[in-house]
């Protein structure tokens, strides 16, 4: 399992990846019990820190699937916001990145 970076680019885009306590992502998020967040207008995805209840396999999954709504919103997509569209495009992703051979 390949690492989660602390930034990357898309487009003009300059992204940050800061993990936080469940605590903080409870009171950043709508939804209790949520992993991740993205935040395009402040261009940072908001991570939950693993712990031994919470699996990084798991960090790992929500990171791809938040790099898809940072993708979808980067290419200006009506659906960025749409979890029926991003949380298969974050498996996609996830796949290629875990399978590519080089």
């Excluded at 306590?21 to 019990?33: A, C, H, I, K, P």
């Excluded at 935040?39 to 031994?52: N, Q």
């Amino acid at each position: 399992m390949r690492k989660i970076p602390t930034a990357f680019t898309l487009g003009a885009h300059r992204f940050r990846v800061k993990y936080v306590s469940e605590d903080e992502m409870n009171r950043l998020s709508e939804d209790e019990g949520c992993y991740g967040l993205t935040h395009p207008d402040e261009l940072i995805i908001y991570l939950r820190e693993p712990s031994k209840t919470l699996k990084r396999s798991i960090i790992v999954e929500t990171f791809w699937h938040e790099f898809g709504h940072c993708l979808l919103w980067t290419l200006g997509h009506k659906d960025w916001r749409r979890e029926q569209v991003v949380t298969p495009l974050g498996h996609a992703l996830k796949q290629f990145n875990d399978t590519a051979e080089f």
